[in-house]
């Protein structure tokens, strides 16, 4: 795979230049959702900087306060110490309100950020090809829009907030430590030093474990949730145990990594405090020897001990925004990752208008295989004239669903071109072509919501009596009646209240509201039993006639129905008739056809 598709997850494993192009999509990806809300931030900039100078002047204000105003009042003076606390109260209700200002527009940004994020994520993925979705897994996808977005949330949210301010406030500081005694800044400069390397030890050993951590917790949620959409498999195979293992080792892994990380932050929150205290000690020993010499105020002591101590304040807070920083952006590296990836069936640049499609199909010298290189269909030609029914069968693997998936343009020829009215289906315009070519496959997927709404997928617009009207057409209409709300029926998560026939007579209605040009049933009765599999069968003869049909089926009752029957071996077709001249042959079909014939006695 390509360095567009990396998860971002080890990065250990990349080239230097991969993990420069890895950052540079990241810094495209970050730099196209700020571009929007610029000016927003740039106003939330200015503002917190006023805020911090309004907090950060507080002990020199008190440092004049003692050493003017004191003395003035005195000498019945009181202006200048009245004033100290004038001003003293109004930068910090002003810094207050400013900072309240600049929370709630950094919340803002944050909020319209991320919403444009997820709405990205969400859009890009649902229009990737079927090819990338069968290889990126369902877990992987939830995690991109779950734990991954909320590392940005949470950077966003406080990180970014902790980082401005915490940087500002100790600079601010500095800066006036330095104004307000020189040798007292000299102090705190020369306590930067083994800050920096206490820094440094944290940065390189956190790196590491934060990244472990990350893993360990989508390692999580993937195992989780495929366990969850797999239930019926673990049900079925008795895999709890099995299960129970791997996830009781994922969380193992969890717990010791993040132990680790406990432990770090054991050594360097001591090590800020430790740093911390002996500057203060030194600024306190040197100033008090300085006072006693009248070289120093004792308001300015008193100023500096606490601009000293205030510098180490959002030391560890910023700790904390580093591990949010290394969380999103290593959740920055696996989304941008995502976004970067191409469509293998792009919309096309100058797409065709196809307004009513007759339904003539054709494979032109087409050949298809997968990233793996392994040829599915070799050389491939096959004319289907519009209203013809087609039945295809074969054994497993044969290349059948591959031939239907190329048809409905889930994939695109590697060679050669699959045409609908002799227009090229990449030419075509994707709105057409859906509306031409509609395919159902054996999972019969329902989405939440009432039934009605599950039929009307094929046709938003539909009327209730054209809902009501294409499930009598498939034989769905006496069991949807019959549900505790008809029609208005929710059948929750995956259909769960309905049979696997139902959920696919369902499918049928939906895909007959569509009326297409050109009808693809991938093994589309295989959860259907006998009787409503004659139904179907029923309406189908009904239904196809005026559309061109494809039937991938291996119950070979249903292929009584097609014009024509194509057996496929190997991807190619290796016999091509009307089902009773294929029957009196001696080919494969009529071995096939006897074969289930005397399955049935």
């Given at each position: 795979m390509s360095v567009t598709g990396v998860e971002g997850e080890d990065r250990s494993n990349f080239t230097a230049a991969e993990s420069k192009q890895i950052r540079g999509r990241s810094l495209r990806l970050l730099g196209s959702l700020l571009r929007p809300v610029r000016w927003p931030v740039v106003a939330a900039m200015l503002i917190v900087v006023v805020s911090t100078a309004a907090q950060v002047?507080?002990?020199?204000?008190?440092?004049?306060?003692?050493?003017?105003?004191?003395?003035?009042?005195?000498?019945?003076?009181?202006?200048?110490?009245?004033?100290?606390?004038?001003?003293?109260?109004?930068?910090?209700?002003?810094?207050?309100?400013?900072?309240?200002?600049?929370?709630?527009?950094?919340?803002?940004?944050?909020?319209?950020?991320?919403?444009?994020?997820?709405?990205?994520?969400?859009?890009?993925?649902?229009?990737?090809?079927?090819?990338?979705?069968?290889?990126?897994?369902?877990?992987?996808?939830?995690?991109?829009?779950?734990?991954?977005?909320?590392?940005?949330?949470?950077?966003?949210?406080?990180?970014?907030?902790?980082?401005?301010?915490?940087?500002?406030?100790?600079?601010?500081?500095?800066?006036?430590?330095?104004?307000?005694?020189?040798?007292?800044?000299?102090?705190?400069?020369?306590?930067?030093?083994?800050?920096?390397?206490?820094?440094?030890?944290?940065?390189?050993?956190?790196?590491?474990?934060?990244r472990r951590s990350r893993t360990a917790s989508a390692s999580l949620i993937v195992q989780f949730v495929e366990t969850m959409t797999g239930i019926r498999a673990v049900k079925a195979f008795r895999a709890e145990k099995r299960n129970e293992k791997v996830f009781g080792e994922l969380v193992e892994d969890y717990r010791t990594v993040n132990g680790r990380v406990i432990q770090l932050f054991g050594i360097f929150d001591p090590g800020l405090v430790l740093i911390g205290n002996v500057a203060v000690a030194v600024v306190l020993l040197v100033g008090g020897f300085r006072v006693v010499d009248g070289q120093l105020a004792i308001g300015a002591l008193l100023a500096a001990l606490l601009y000293t101590r205030r510098f180490f304040d959002p030391m560890e807070e910023m700790a904390m925004f580093y591990n949010s920083y290394q969380s999103a952006a290593a959740a920055l590296e696996?989304?941008?990752?995502?976004?970067?990836?191409?469509?293998?069936?792009?919309?096309?640049?100058?797409?065709?208008?196809?307004?009513?499609?007759?339904?003539?199909?054709?494979?032109?010298?087409?050949?298809?295989?997968?990233?793996?290189?392994?040829?599915?269909?070799?050389?491939?030609?096959?004319?289907?004239?519009?209203?013809?029914?087609?039945?295809?069968?074969?054994s497993t693997g044969a290349?059948?669903?591959?031939?239907?998936?190329?048809?409905?343009?889930?994939?695109?020829?590697?060679?050669?071109?699959?045409?609908?009215?002799?227009?090229?289906?990449?030419?075509?315009?994707?709105?057409?072509?859906?509306?031409?070519?509609?395919?159902?496959?054996?999972?019969?997927?329902?989405?939440?919501?009432?039934?009605?709404?599950?039929?009307?997928?094929?046709?938003?617009?539909?009327?209730?009596?054209?809902?009501?009207?294409?499930?009598?057409?498939?034989?769905?209409?006496?069991?949807?009646?019959g549900l505790p709300n008809g029609y208005d029926t929710d059948v929750n998560k995956r259909g769960g209240r309905v049979s696997a026939g139902q959920r696919q007579l369902i499918s049928f209605a939906r895909a007959f509201l569509a009326d297409p040009a050109v009808l693809i049933l991938d093994e589309a009765t295989s959860s259907l039993d006998i009787p409503s599999e004659r139904l179907v069968q029923q309406a189908l003869q009904t239904l196809l006639g005026g559309r061109t049909a494809v039937i991938i089926a291996h119950r070979l009752s249903t292929v009584a129905i097609a014009d024509r029957v194509l057996v496929m071996e190997h991807g190619r077709i290796v016999e091509d008739g009307t089902p009773d001249q294929l029957i009196a042959g001696t080919g494969r079909f009529a071995q096939l056809h006897a074969a289930w014939r005397d399955s049935l006695v």
């Open positions: 002047a507080g002990p020199a204000l008190i440092a004049y306060g003692i050493d003017q105003g004191l003395p003035a009042l005195m000498e019945q003076d009181w202006v200048p110490l009245a004033a100290t606390g004038v001003v003293y109260l109004a930068t910090g209700v002003l810094g207050a309100l400013l900072i309240a200002w600049y929370t709630i527009m950094s919340a803002r940004i944050s909020q319209a950020v991320l919403i444009d994020l997820r709405k990205r994520v969400f859009l890009h993925t649902q229009r990737l090809s079927l090819e990338f979705h069968e290889s990126y897994t369902s877990g992987r996808i939830i995690s991109r829009q779950t734990s991954d977005l909320d590392a940005i949330r949470e950077l966003l949210d406080s990180g970014i907030n902790q980082l401005v301010q915490g940087l500002l406030y100790m600079v601010f500081t500095a800066i006036a430590l330095f104004l307000l005694d020189g040798t007292s800044g000299l102090v705190l400069l020369a306590s930067i030093v083994p800050l920096a390397l206490l820094t440094r030890w944290f940065q390189v050993r956190s790196q590491t474990l934060f696996k989304i941008s990752g995502v976004l970067e990836e191409l469509p293998g069936v792009p919309d096309p640049v100058a797409p065709v208008d196809l307004w009513a499609a007759k339904g003539a199909v054709s494979f032109e010298s087409v050949q298809f295989e997968y990233q793996s290189d392994r040829v599915i269909l070799p050389r491939f030609d096959l004319s289907i004239p519009a209203g013809q029914t087609i039945a295809l069968v074969g290349g059948k669903s591959t031939l239907a998936k190329l048809m409905a343009r889930f994939y695109d020829p590697s060679q050669g071109r699959v045409t609908l009215d002799g227009v090229d289906l990449r030419d075509l315009h994707p709105k057409d072509l859906r509306r031409a070519i509609v395919m159902v496959t054996q999972e019969a997927y329902l989405f939440s919501g009432s039934v009605a709404d599950n039929i009307s997928i094929g046709k938003p617009d539909a009327t209730p009596a054209e809902i009501v009207a294409a499930a009598k057409a498939v034989g769905a209409h006496d069991f949807i009646a």
